[in-house]
């Protein structure tokens, strides 16, 4: 079968790896990938959210399959295109039409969904410019530090959480009345703050039935020890050592079983996966955020995990029969180091050559931000390469990746070099 991967991260180069190993494909296309992901398929240089132009892709090269790897088509409604085309209702767009994809698109009606349905998660309530005054109020309930969200997508900026009850204050004006965050901070949830370790839980499902993916951690913050300003990402592990069979119970019974099955009570059809941040308050787990994709770098941690024939669960997912395959998955431990370029999260510098790349053989290397440009492969974007490694735990999964680090340069490189610290 020929599959379209739309993205060009190193979460959907690690995505195309894996889909390229299969004897079920014929054809892989990546929308509009890297340098990374021209090896295993085609790039076709399309954006995710030129939605005729991908259509018209998808007929040329005879797709059978378009697996959405970022958030932002999704909610911008790219499964509700293809079903409204009489020529490409045909073709399953792995990912959630508009309606589930809500779930990441507003925080505020993820946050109504789960106390419909009984999932925990931190106390809250939602405001838009006109209730300035209510939010205000509303602070005055709560213990410092206070956790502030743009209900919309903020490609990753929207979420604040200020020790200081005054300076809450002053970020909140600035979200709603002089739209720090554009629309996405039309309105403001106020959460109370949980105290915990986070992790991330991964759930395929067909909107029947479902699959648990391996459990991973990750690292947002620039600098070591968890300090400095939030990143898409520097880094992950899994599965996560604290995520013992007693607790992925619960994560199951309270909190996946009930997502599942508000989706079906809700009426929403959902094809695809669902990220479910959380934080394990005492032996608890709560729910932080969804997201209605694979996370990024958690992706380049669990994809390398998975043992099965990804385009086999991948069909049965857009079948339906998700509930006949078996997800097998492997003993090993995978560690994601993430190099990034000099400056980011703030301002860098592109353009510059890497080395290394056919150095790193014990680990995998996953391009993120990188093209190619004549005989070189160079820096793109923020976050440049992934780096996996593998092992019977994850700190000798870490010493890999970081050996996979070593052999790899470009000018002003930086990485985190404590990933897995706190576990």
Known sequence: MN???????GREHALAWKISQSPLLD??????????TAAVGTN???????FAAIGEAVLEHGIDLVLVGPEVPLVEGIHDYFLADAALKEVPVIGPAQEGARLEGSKEFAKEFMMRHGIPTAAYKSFGADDLQEAFDFLETLKPPYVLKADGLAAGKGVLIIEDKLEAQAALKEMLVEAKFGAASARVVIEEFLSGIELSCFVL???????VLPTAKDYKRIGE???????GGMGAVSPVPFADTGFMEKIESRIIKPTIEGLKQDSIPYVGFIFIGLIKVGYDPYVIEYNVRMGDPETEAVIPRIASDLVEVLQATANGTLSDVELKIRQEAAATVVMVSGGYPESYDKGYAISGLTSAREALVFHAGTRQQGSEVQTSGGRVLAVTGLGSDFRKALQTAYN?????DFEKANYRKDIGFDL
């Open 3 to 9: 599959i379209l991967v739309l993205g060009s991260g």
């Open 27 to 36: 054809n892989l296309y990546i929308a509009p990938g890297n340098a990374g």
């Open 44 to 50: 076709l240089d399309l954006g995710v959210s030129d």
């Open 205 to 211: 499902t067909d909107g029947i039935s479902y699959k």
């Open 225 to 231: 020890g968890d300090t400095g300003l939030n990143t």
């Open 404 to 408: 996979g680090v070593a052999s790899l």
